[in-house]
């Protein structure tokens, strides 16, 4: 099957390819039965145990998976056969959702069994994510890939309009079982997409693949030394702790602020949703005109004021109101920040990289719920929705260094090293050196350090350590960089990986020397 016909970017571009349509609308009706679970868990609890710690718990039981394991799932979305994957967890998620579905209609349910099935739930959706954002940019062009990530978070909110007033009106109607059920049918719907969908056979791979401790620690070396990525989860924390209130509160608000009963949730939720779809119309003409800081920073102040609004004008409408305002501001956020991850993001690791986005997403919400629900509890509901409501206004100039803009580069793999001529047999005998001499005329001698310092980072991100960068005392202006590698092994991999925005960085630093540079590789003696 192809998956990137060529196409003029615009916002419903990526519908173009056959793939990309099958398995957005597959996600969407998956997605609707996974809110109609949420309403039916939130509301279920009410009825269990109305406290608001542990109402507020069935949101952090929800996101604490993903980040507990979303960095593992990452690294094994990035070492096997993605299709596949998705395939087997989603089997999974089935079979514990209609054992879900079973308990409650037994009415044997507490409310520690159901944390325990929101957990395992959340758990599946933690292996999920970072393998289906990672196929993303297999499914559409290039150029279409903002637009795709824009459509994904529309169709999840297209879903958050849909399944909260459907769980509403069937909890109403029929019972609590139904919205449980309705989800473990909903999974098989995906099943069937992926069972459809045959991808592009993946090019051989010339180095055998990463062992998954090795790929989880790549990842997280890859986020702690690319910039870009750092400080879009800078940005990521400062919101999503403050917005979590929001969600782990909406429940309480429903029920006990407003006296209302399920459909009124249902209805709140799906306010969200269907101002969430309504930004998502208007998002792309918005991030061109203002940037995806200044976007960030609109939504960061929409979410503020939706939750002053819950917080000092408690009604019907005013929760309607925030409910719109809610989900257009959690739109522009979101998909800006995940358009921004998957920018700086080459496909080795892709993702290792978005489940490191998904751990702080999901630990922020996680801490915040449980935080924001302990509030609640010593204070008011109110009171916890005004405070995170002041939180996120002081966010916005507390983060505002970490900039978007300009994060987007081509992350290609260039391939343009030389073939090292030494055998693979060498490949795990021990550490590797890597030794280049840079001989560099006084006049570009600032502008080569300034250089160095960017490819620093590099080398790092790509495993090396012990970097130094030394002058040769008997040879003016001749510098030498030096670094360490795990094996041979780890240095091929290192070749295969090098971006286009990397390497026109090394053209940089080579168009200021005098002569190309020396490059010497130190292997372990081999014995014999």
Do not use: C
Not at 160 to 175: F, T
């Amino acid at each position: 099957m192809t998956t990137a016909t060529v196409t003029t970017g615009g916002a419903w571009s990526p519908f173009r390819q056959r793939a990309f349509l099958v398995l957005w609308g597959a996600t969407v009706v998956s997605n609707i039965g996974t809110w109609m679970n949420d309403v039916g868990a939130g509301w279920l609890m009410t009825d269990l145990a109305p406290s608001p710690q542990i109402v507020a718990a069935v949101q952090a039981a929800t996101t604490l998976p993903v980040f507990l394991f979303a960095v593992l799932a990452g690294a094994v979305a990035d070492i096997v056969d993605r299709r596949k994957l998705l395939l087997v967890v989603n089997l999974a998620l089935a079979v514990v959702a209609m054992l879900l579905a079973l308990v409650v209609q037994a009415d044997a349910m507490t409310p520690e069994l159901l944390l325990i099935f929101t957990f395992l739930l959340g758990s599946g959706a933690a292996f999920i994510a970072p393998a289906w954002q990672a196929i993303v940019p297999k499914l559409v062009p290039r150029q279409d890939l903002t637009a795709a990530v824009a459509l994904n978070s529309m169709g999840i909110n297209i879903s958050r309009a849909i399944g909260p007033a459907v769980a509403g009106l069937l909890i109403a109607a029929a019972g609590l079982v139904w919205p449980f059920a309705l989800n473990a049918v909903s999974t098989l719907v995906v099943i069937a997409a992926l069972i459809w969908w045959r991808p592009e056979a993946e090019s051989e791979r010339a180095l055998p693949p990463e062992h998954v401790l090795g790929a989880v620690a790549a990842g997280l070396r890859y986020a702690v030394f690319t910039p870009g990525l750092r400080l879009v989860l800078i940005r990521a924390a400062g919101f999503f702790l403050f917005a979590s209130a929001f969600w782990s509160m909406l429940p309480l608000f429903a029920r006990e602020v407003l006296e209302g009963g399920a459909g009124l949730y249902g209805a709140l939720l799906a306010s969200v949703g269907l101002g969430a779809v309504g930004g998502a119309l208007v998002l792309p003409g918005l991030r061109q005109r203002l940037g995806p800081d200044r976007t960030v920073q609109l939504g960061t102040l929409g979410m503020a004021v939706a939750l002053a609004l819950t917080s000092l004008a408690p009604s019907a409408a005013t929760g309607l109101l925030a409910g719109l305002l809610a989900g257009a501001a959690w739109i522009a956020v979101l998909s800006s920040l995940n358009v921004a991850a998957q920018s700086v993001l080459p496909d080795w690791v892709r993702a290792r990289g978005l489940a490191i986005f998904l751990t702080v997403f999901s630990g922020a919400m996680a801490a915040g719920s449980l935080g924001w629900g302990a509030v609640a509890s010593e204070f008011s509901i109110s009171a916890a929705q005004l405070a995170a409501a002041i939180g996120l206004i002081l966010a916005i100039p507390l983060t505002a260094f970490a900039r978007l803009k300009g994060l987007g580069t081509d992350q290609s793999p260039a391939n343009h090293w030389p073939e090292a001529d030494v055998p693979m047999t060498a490949a795990e005998d021990g550490p590797t050196t890597i030794w280049i001499a840079y001989d560099v005329p006084a006049a570009n001698r600032a502008a080569f350090l300034t250089l160095m310092l960017a490819q620093r980072a590099s080398r790092r991100a790509h495993g090396g350590y012990g970097w130094v960068l030394r002058e040769d005392a008997a040879t003016p202006g001749r510098l030498i960089e030096s670094w360490h590698e795990a094996s041979w092994l780890a240095h091929l991999r290192h070749h295969a990986r090098v971006t286009r925005t990397e390497a026109a960085m090394q053209e940089r630093i080579r168009a200021l020397l005098t002569a190309p540079p020396e490059v010497h590789h130190l292997i372990t003696p081999r014995k014999g």
